[in-house]
C-alpha cells in the first residue's frame, strides 16, 4: 500500500496548458521574431529593457524618464514619449510617434506615424496611423489611397 500512495503522490512534470505566441502584428513591428516577452525583443540587440515598468525599447527613441513602459510594450525608434506618459503591455509604439505628457496608451493598443497629445486616453485594442481611410479618385482620374494625417 506504501508503495501505491508513492506512486501517486510522486509530483509528475505538468505539460503546460497553452503556449504564448505573439501576435501577427507584433512578430511584424519586431522584424520576424517572437515578442511573446521582453527578452524576444531585447535578443535583437537594439531593443534595451525600460527601468519602469519592464517593456523595451529601441536605443533611438526618447522617453521620458518618468514615462512607464509596462512588461511586453514595445516602442520603436523615433518614438518620442512625454513626462507620466503610461504605455499599457502589449502596446505597439511605432516609428515616428510622439506621445504628449500624461497621456495613457491602454493595453495591445498600436500606434504608427501620428502624434498623440497631452492628457490623452487611447483605450484597448485601439489601432491609430494604419492604413484603412479607403481609396479616392485623383484629378487625374487615377485611383489613389486616402492619406494618413493623425493628431489626436
Known amino acids: 500500500m506504501a508503495a501505491v500512495l508513492r506512486r501517486t503522490a510522486a509530483p509528475k512534470a505538468a505539460a503546460p496548458l497553452f503556449r504564448l505566441s505573439a501576435p501577427p502584428r507584433l512578430t511584424r513591428f519586431l522584424g520576424g521574431a517572437s515578442a511573446a516577452s521582453s527578452d524576444a525583443a531585447v535578443a535583437l540587440g537594439e531593443f534595451v ?15 521620458d524618464p518618468t514615462a512607464v513602459v509596462e512588461a511586453g510594450a514595445v516602442v520603436h525608434s523615433g518614438a518620442v514619449l512625454g513626462k507620466d506618459v503610461v504605455v499599457g503591455s ?18 495591445n493598443v498600436v500606434l504608427s506615424n501620428c502624434s498623440v497629445g497631452e492628457f490623452c486616453t487611447i483605450h484597448n485594442g485601439a489601432c491609430i496611423g494604419q492604413d484603412g481611410f ?19
Open 134 to 152: 479607403g481609396f479616392f479618385v485623383g484629378d487625374d482620374g487615377q485611383v489613389k489611397k486616402k492619406p494618413q494625417a493623425s493628431a489626436l
Open 49 to 63: 529593457p525600460w527601468h519602469n515598468g519592464g517593456g523595451v525599447l529601441h536605443r533611438a527613441a526618447s522617453v
Open 90 to 107: 502589449g502596446a505597439v509604439v511605432g516609428p515616428s510617434v510622439s506621445i504628449g505628457q500624461s497621456t495613457r496608451i491602454w493595453y
